[in-house]
């Protein structure tokens, strides 16, 4: 395990491993059920329920996301409108974006093909 040290200040972020199995089945619940809902009032709903669950104080309207590097295991749940993030693919047929946080994509930043 490598020492964690932001090269920046980050916004405010959670570690997915700190919280409880149970906290984690539910937020990956509401995680999943945002990315596959069509409804905005209940993605809304699912994403406050997501914040809440990694304990983060978001302003409201604001999107939850867990990284999603392809390099290493990571966990940080973060505000999507947070500076430095980089897509890792881009959203098809999902609601989110997988993203990576700010310290990966500015460790080991995803490849892009174009
Ligand atoms: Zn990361
Ligand atoms: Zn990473």
Request: one cysteine or more.
């Amino acid at each position: 395990m490598s020492v964690i040290s932001p090269a920046r200040p980050t916004s405010q972020t959670a570690d997915y491993a700190k919280l409880g199995p149970l906290t984690q089945a539910l937020l990956d619940q509401a995680l999943t059920e945002a990315d596959n809902t069509v409804d905005n009032r209940e993605f809304r709903t699912l994403m406050e329920i997501a914040t809440r669950l990694a304990g983060l104080d978001l302003p409201k309207g604001h999107d939850v996301a867990k990284c999603a590097c392809p390099y290493c295991v990571c966990g940080v749940i973060f505000d999507t409108a947070a500076p430095g993030l980089r897509e890792v693919e881009h959203p098809g047929e999902y609601n989110l974006p997988l993203l990576q946080c700010a310290r990966c994509a500015d460790e080991h930043p995803a490849f892009h093909e174009d």
